[in-house]
T-cell receptor, first 114, second 109 residues
């Protein structure tokens, strides 16, 4: 069966510090991978998605970046965090082969920028 | 533009039935998804509809009308553990999910 891991679970970082969040998927090959952010009491905002190694699409211009160095690894980074980067970061995977295309989420990372 | 509308909050009684509505506007359409999200946790997949009609899964059912851009999630025999946010999401022509802000469901004894 497929599983998705994210770490760390919680993170408190000062403004201006760097960020690296990691997501890995097991039990599937060539998944589509997604990074979302959810502000408190709000819906999901798609940040990045990837359909393959080295292929990253950005949905929202900001000080975040993403990389996919391996098929089942997706990394979210920032060189300098802003207060507005606080939120619940969720990684998800899906497979677009025959549908129904649902996305499965990792446990999330709660980031507080102070 | 693309848009999903769903009520912000609903309250229901344990053992009762509740219907959470969702309307959507997307560029193309490849299905409508419902997710459940408990406070502080990640969303979990509940249902998927791509054809008109009702899909039933135990106590949960989901309905879709493509011509009206409308869906609902029906929860029967409510239990306290059903207290959560319910997210509606429509998949557009690029197979990207457009998410609603979620409906917080409060269950009272």
């Amino acid at each position: 069966s497929q599983t998705i891991h994210q770490w760390p679970a919680t993170l408190v970082q000062p403004v201006g510090s760097p960020l690296s969040l990691e997501c890995t998927v097991e039990g599937t090959s060539n998944p589509n991978l997604y990074w979302y952010r959810q502000a408190a009491g709000r819906g999901l905002q798609l940040l990045f998605y990837s359909v393959g190694i080295g292929q990253i699409s950005s949905e929202v211009p900001q000080n975040l970046s993403a990389s996919r160095p391996q098929d089942r690894q997706f990394i979210l980074s920032s060189k300098k965090l802003l207060l507005s980067d606080s939120g619940f970061y969720l990684c998800a995977w899906s497979v677009l082969a025959g549908g129904p295309y649902e996305q499965y989420f990792g446990p999330g990372t709660r980031l507080t920028v102070t | 533009g693309q848009n999903i509308d769903q009520p912000t909050e609903m309250t229901a009684t344990e053992g009762a039935i509740v219907q959470i509505n969702c309307t959507y506007q997307t560029s193309g359409f490849n299905g409508l998804f419902w997710y459940q999200q408990h406070a502080g946790e990640a969303p979990t997949f509940l249902s998927y509809n791509v054809l008109d009609g009702l899909e039933e899964k135990g106590r949960f059912s989901s309905f879709l009308s493509r011509s009206k851009g409308y869906s609902y999630l029906l929860l029967k025999e409510l239990q306290m553990k059903d207290s959560a946010s319910y997210l509606c999401a429509a998949m557009d022509s690029n197979y990207q999910l457009i998410w609603g802000a979620g409906t917080k469901l409060i269950i009272k004894p």
